[in-house]
């Protein structure tokens, strides 16, 4: 267990929908990481926050957007899905300092389908 | 830039070693070594920053060769435990984000 919770485990929805996935971090971190896994995509760096703000970002679409609040947990809102966004979402957190160099966490990932 | 890591998979049997290759047409700034089984996580084993260092952790070891922008990931005497995917992700300087190479598939048999 690496302290990184996440939620919904599953998540099955239509087409044009939007959905929100939650992470929270490990205590004490204040870094938090988004990733993307599908089979033709492979691991996908989205989007960092620390402690609130935005980070670094990676492949993130512009139908997709997150935050990270005040008590540092952080969403990932996904908007009009298509079929292809079918995919394991992790979350990943690491210590204070807030750069790669630090070990990340993951969480257990939201597995999300799109029908 | 994703990186390119080889093999695409490996299949070793108890205690023979094995060695996995990431590359990058980039200068980088940092290698992370993640170790995936079926169904779960990934779960962090290694970083090396550039500077050419090599780190061990049990007897699965990385390198980092900041020439030819390649770190590669032993493993020793492996046990079955090291069954898995292993993925390299790859951090150039001033990039702030990190890319991974497609995975290599390690599968230890008794």
């Known amino acids: 267990d690496s302290g990184v919770t996440q939620t919904p485990k599953h998540l099955i929805t239509a087409t044009g929908q939007r959905v929100t996935l939650r992470c929270s971090p490990r205590?004490?971190?204040?870094?938090v990481y988004w990733y993307q896994q599908s089979l033709d995509q492979g691991l996908q760096f989205l989007i960092q926050y620390y402690n609130g703000e935005e980070r670094a970002k990676g492949n993130i679409l512009e139908r997709f957007s997150a935050q990270q609040f005040p008590d540092l947990h952080s969403e990932l809102n996904l908007s009009s899905l298509e079929l292809g966004d079918s995919a394991l979402y992790f979350c990943?957190?690491?210590?204070?300092?807030?750069?790669?160099?630090?070990?990340?966490?993951f969480g257990p990932g939201t597995r999300l389908t799109v029908l | 830039q994703q990186p390119v890591q080889s093999p695409q998979a490996v299949i070793l049997r108890e205690g023979e070693d094995a060695v996995i290759n990431c590359s990058s047409s980039?200068?980088?700034?940092?290698v992370h070594w993640y170790r995936q089984k079926h169904g779960e996580a990934p779960v962090f084993l290694m970083i090396?920053?550039?500077?050419?260092e090599q780190k061990g952790h049990d007897k699965i070891s990385a390198s980092f060769n900041e020439k030819k922008q390649q770190s590669s990931l032993y493993l020793t005497a492996s046990q079955l435990s090291y069954s898995g995917t292993y993925f390299c992700?790859?951090?150039?300087?001033?990039?702030?984000?990190?890319?991974f190479g497609a995975g290599t598939t390690v599968t230890v048999r008794a």
């Open positions: 980039k200068a980088l700034y940092s």
């Open positions: 090396l920053l550039k500077g050419g």
């Open positions: 205590s004490g971190d204040l870094s």
């Open positions: 990943a957190s690491s210590a204070p300092s807030g750069s790669f160099t630090d070990t990340q966490y």
């Open positions: 992700g790859t951090e150039r300087e001033n990039d702030y984000k990190l890319s």
